[in-house]
C-alpha cells in the first residue's frame, strides 16, 4: 500500500462562484426557482452574470468548497478537477492553491468556458443557484490523477459531476482505483436535482464502492422514494457504514454502529448566506474521521464549519476553523 500524503482528496467540478444579492422580485421576473439549482446554458450565464448586482467572484463549486474547508482545519488535501484555459480558470486554480490545496488538473484549451454558478442570496438566506458547467463536466477517466487519488486516506466525491457518460466513467475509475490501495470512499449527493437524474445509479454506487455518505433531509427522501424520514434512514443504514444527514436548523443525524444519534446545530446569530452550508459540514466532518475522532465529534466539528459559512456571503470559511474547533474544545 502506498503512502498517505492527503487525509482527503476531493474530484468534483471546479466552478467560480458570482454571488450577488437580489429578492424574490428579480427571481420571478428572471425565471429562477428560489432555493434550487438550476442548470443553465453559456448564454443565460453571461446575461445573468451582467445583470447580478455588485456581484462577488470567488471559487466555489460543491467538493472544491469542501476541500478548502478541510485545508482551514489544518488538513491536508488535494482537488481534481477540470477548468478551461481562461480568466476564470486561472483564478479557480490560484484560489485553490493559496489556501494550500494542490491543484494540478490539466486545463481544456478548447470548447467550453470554465464554469460558473451565478447565485442570488436572498434577505432569508436562501441561495439560488443558476449553474453554467462549461469545462468542468469535460472531465474523463484522463483526467483522475491515480497517484493522487491513491496518496489520499479518503475520497471525496461531487454528486454535481455524475452527468456525462465520460465524468461518470471517471467518477467510478477514481472510486474503484481508491478502493483498490484500501483507501475510504465518501460521496455528497449535492442536490435533489442530481438525486432524480441518476437515482439508480447512486444507490448501485452506495451499495459497492460508498463508505461514507452525506446528504441532506430532502435528498435522502427523495434518493428512497418516501416522505417518511425515519424509513429512508433506515434504508440508508442497511446501504452505508457511515453516513451524515443534514437537517438545517435541526441539527444532523449521524449513522455508524448502533442506532442513528442526533447532533445539534450550531446556533446562528443571523443566517446571511446558506451557500456552501452543506459543503463545510462536510469538510468539518471529514477532518474528524481523518483524525480518528468519535462520529458524534465529527458531526460537531461540521456544525461548526457550517455556522461559520452560512454567518457571510460566499461558500468558503472568513475564519480559521482550526481556530474555531479549539475554541469549542474539541483539540483541547
Known amino acids: 500500500?502506498?503512502?498517505?500524503?492527503?487525509?482527503?482528496?476531493?474530484?468534483?467540478?471546479?466552478?467560480?462562484?458570482?454571488?450577488?444579492?437580489?429578492?424574490?422580485?428579480?427571481?420571478?421576473?428572471?425565471?429562477?426557482?428560489?432555493?434550487?439549482?438550476?442548470?443553465?446554458?453559456?448564454?443565460?450565464?453571461?446575461?445573468?452574470?451582467r445583470v447580478a448586482n455588485d456581484p462577488l467572484y470567488t471559487s466555489?463549486?460543491?467538493?472544491?468548497?469542501?476541500?478548502?474547508?478541510?485545508?482551514?482545519?489544518?488538513?491536508?488535501?488535494?482537488y481534481i478537477g477540470k477548468v478551461a484555459d481562461d480568466e476564470l480558470g486561472a483564478q479557480f486554480k490560484r484560489e485553490m492553491e493559496a489556501s494550500g490545496v494542490p491543484f494540478a488538473t490539466?486545463?481544456?484549451?478548447?470548447?467550453?468556458?470554465?464554469?460558473?454558478?451565478?447565485?442570488?442570496?436572498?434577505?432569508?438566506?436562501?441561495?439560488?443557484?443558476?449553474?453554467?458547467?462549461?469545462?468542468?463536466?469535460?472531465?474523463?477517466?484522463?483526467?483522475?490523477d491515480v497517484d493522487v487519488v491513491k496518496a489520499g486516506g479518503i475520497l471525496y466525491l461531487e454528486g454535481y459531476l455524475f452527468d456525462k457518460d465520460e465524468a461518470k466513467e471517471a467518477f467510478i475509475h477514481a472510486a474503484e482505483t481508491a478502493k483498490a490501495a484500501g483507501r475510504k470512499v465518501s460521496l455528497t449527493l449535492s442536490d435533489k436535482f442530481c438525486v432524480d437524474r441518476h437515482r439508480a445509479s447512486f444507490l448501485q454506487l452506495i451499495r459497492n464502492n460508498i463508505d461514507i455518505l452525506f446528504a441532506n433531509e430532502e435528498e435522502l427522501l427523495a434518493l428512497y422514494q418516501t416522505d417518511?424520514?425515519?424509513?429512508?434512514?433506515?434504508?440508508?443504514?442497511?446501504?452505508?457504514?457511515?453516513?451524515?444527514?443534514?437537517?438545517s436548523e435541526k441539527g444532523s443525524v449521524v449513522l455508524g454502529d448502533g442506532e442513528p444519534v442526533i447532533v445539534q446545530a450550531v446556533p446562528v446569530k443571523e443566517v446571511v448566506d446558506t451557500t456552501g452550508a452543506g459543503d463545510q459540514y462536510a469538510a468539518g466532518f471529514l477532518f474528524g474521521l481523518s483524525r480518528g475522532l468519535p462520529l458524534v465529534t465529527c458531526a460537531r466539528l461540521g456544525h461548526i464549519a457550517a455556522a461559520e459559512v452560512i454567518s457571510h456571503i460566499g461558500p468558503r470559511p472568513a475564519v480559521s476553523y482550526k481556530v474555531l474547533a479549539e475554541a469549542a474544545g474539541i483539540f483541547a
Open 1 to 49: 500500500m502506498s503512502d498517505i500524503r492527503f487525509d482527503v482528496v476531493g474530484l468534483g467540478n471546479a466552478i467560480v462562484d458570482v454571488l450577488s444579492r437580489a429578492d424574490d422580485a428579480f427571481l420571478a421576473e428572471w425565471g429562477i426557482h428560489k432555493n434550487a439549482m438550476n442548470l443553465i446554458e453559456e448564454p443565460r450565464a453571461h446575461e445573468l452574470t
Open 60 to 78: 466555489g463549486g460543491s467538493g472544491a468548497n469542501t476541500i478548502a474547508g478541510l485545508a482551514s482545519f489544518g488538513a491536508t488535501a488535494a
Open 106 to 144: 490539466q486545463p481544456l484549451s478548447e470548447g467550453p468556458a470554465t464554469a460558473r454558478s451565478i447565485i442570488f442570496v436572498t434577505d432569508d438566506g436562501h441561495r439560488s443557484m443558476n449553474t453554467f458547467l462549461g469545462a468542468s463536466v469535460l472531465f474523463s477517466k484522463d483526467d483522475v
Open 228 to 247: 417518511d424520514f425515519d424509513a429512508a434512514i433506515k434504508a440508508l443504514q442497511a446501504d452505508t457504514a457511515v453516513a451524515a444527514v443534514t437537517r
